[in-house]
């Protein structure tokens, strides 16, 4: 008989997974994650390490209740505009239609996003023939909002190219701001009603600091690198990403679901690897976690594993500071 998953430890162990996005759907929690491949090759900044060609859907009942790998739900070769690098997915629900978000580098070299639908959250998914129209970099987060309309947050640096978009088209050798400009953010656009197109071009979200100002390419521990999340509590809703080099989770906070937001503190501590990618969703009357790290490997940043903890919130909506390696365990 299979365990049911504990805090803090990998989800599954049979194959490597990473970029949890975690959502509730009937009744139980499905994680998108993406699948990292086992092999031996080095590392480098541009994320050639991370070859995945396929995802896996995996769901818990409960947290009493065994984990089940749905197996493969969409595969590179199923995907006519893509040529590899299936990264971090995410899901969503709309249209009685479960859609799945993903990146990959176009047959160009350059990364785009593409959504696949199915009439189950575990899958298969069928990819459209096209990316969507518009899009550029890497994770994409997709928010449904209590009035139905639908915003997809995206972009990653570094791999993720965002950085050679600043003019709104790809310059190959575009860099980054000065370390004393402000930061590059991530890039939301409202999805159109059949959740397949932009409604009008990404734009960038502003995350300043408590005083108005914006937050600076050179503060590393709080500047926006990759891996966006939008979740909503209390009436606010919560941008939480990766700050890349300083490996933490970070969020910040806003009345518009495209910003400006607020920058609030840090969520998750360093974990054993170099990124961090996680999701954040309410399971009953708790909030969890998901997030990754290379603990499975001993340390290889390109075969890692999706965990979760319980994330809780103070009086006045802070997130406490979660360490993912308590003491106790």
């Not at 990146?103 to 009439?119: E, K, M, N, W």
């Not at 979200?205 to 600076?216: A, C, Q, T, W, Y």
């Not at 309410?282 to 001993?298: N, T």
Request: with cysteine.
């Amino acid at each position: 008989m299979k365990s049911s998953p504990q805090p803090n430890q990998p989800l599954v162990t049979h194959i490597y997974t990473a970029d949890p996005s975690a959502h509730v759907y009937e009744g139980k929690i499905y994680i998108y994650p993406s699948h990292d491949l086992d092999h031996d090759e080095p590392s480098n900044d541009n994320g050639d390490q991370y070859k995945m060609e396929d995802y896996h859907v995996l769901s818990i009942d409960n947290f009493d209740s065994p984990v089940t790998d749905h197996g493969q739900v969409l595969h590179l070769k199923d995907i006519p505009w893509a040529s590899k690098q299936l990264w971090a997915p995410d899901a969503a629900y709309k249209n009685n239609t479960y859609y799945l978000f993903f990146p990959a580098r176009d047959h160009d070299g350059i990364f785009r996003l593409g959504v696949a639908t199915s009439d189950s959250p575990a899958g298969p998914f069928n990819p459209q023939p096209d990316y969507i129209p518009g899009s550029y970099s890497i994770d994409p987060a997709v928010l449904v909002d209590e009035d139905n309309q639908s915003y997809i947050y995206f972009g990653g640096l570094w791999g993720g190219q965002l950085e050679k978009w600043q003019t709104g088209t790809f310059v190959p050798d575009a860099e980054g701001p000065a370390l004393d400009a402000p930061a590059i953010g991530p890039r939301v656009a409202r999805l159109s009603e059949d959740m397949l197109t932009f409604q009008a071009e990404p734009t960038e979200i502003s995350i300043v600091d408590e005083e108005g100002k914006p937050i600076l390419a050179g503060d590393e521990d709080r500047r926006y690198f990759e891996g966006p999340w939008v979740h909503k509590y209390n009436g606010y809703y919560y941008l939480s990403y990766s700050t890349g080099t300083k490996h933490t989770l970070v969020y910040a906070i806003s009345k518009n679901p495209m910003g400006p937001f607020t920058f609030k503190g840090e969520i998750l501590s360093p974990v054993i690897g170099w990124t961090t990618h996680h999701s954040i969703v309410q399971f009953g009357d708790k909030w969890y976690l998901f997030y990754h790290d290379s603990s499975l490997s001993e340390g290889v940043n390109h075969k890692r594993c999706v965990k979760y903890t319980e994330l809780q919130y103070n009086a006045d909506g802070t997130i406490q500071r979660i360490d993912p390696y308590p003491a106790s365990e």
